[in-house]
């Protein structure tokens, strides 16, 4: 949480600073909020970061090549200090759910399955932004590994 308080802080400062922005210019949606509010963590975790933050790995990536290229420095180097941050939640998020689930495959398939919903409707959201979308039932959790069934098998 401190990470993502930082993150929110120099970004904005970054972008006032290096981009003529202002804090307002772009609200944030209210639809990350009921994910944000269930009460299983592991649920918040499933899509935040081990689906969200994973894709991020290479939006920044893009945004540091992108600031290079253009010649902003210092948003090249925000870029590459946040990609650090997100790299280290999506290895928490998918360190902790695999523990957490280790002897209950139940709950992890709930994760699968809740977790696609959630995209699903983020798809939906996002439906007229005219950007390629996940197609939630293809959706590769960090926390699952190759080949890893996703439903327990039946009892
Ligand atoms: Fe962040
Ligand atoms: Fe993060």
């Known amino acids: 949480m401190w990470d993502e308080a930082r993150h929110i802080e120099i970004v904005a400062k970054a972008v006032e600073d290096e981009l003529g922005g202002e804090l307002g210019y772009g609200p944030w949606s209210l639809l990350w909020w009921w994910m944000q509010n269930d009460p299983d963590p592991l649920k918040r975790l499933t899509v935040t970061n081990s689906w969200a933050e994973a894709n991020l790995m290479q939006t920044l990536r893009e945004w540091r090549q992108e600031a290079t290229a253009r010649g902003y420095t210092r948003i090249a180097e925000l870029s590459d200090y946040l ?12 360190d902790w759910i695999r523990e957490l689930t280790m002897d209950d495959p139940e709950h992890l398939a709930e994760l699968v399955s809740w977790g696609r919903n959630a995209i699903d409707k983020m798809n939906a959201f996002w439906a007229d932004s005219g950007k390629p979308r996940d197609d939630p039932s293809e959706v590769q959790f960090t926390f699952l590994k190759a080949g890893q069934k996703e439903t327990p098998a039946p009892a």
Do not use: I, N
């Open 83 to 94: 990609q650090a941050d997100e790299r280290t939640h999506v290895m928490l998020g998918t």
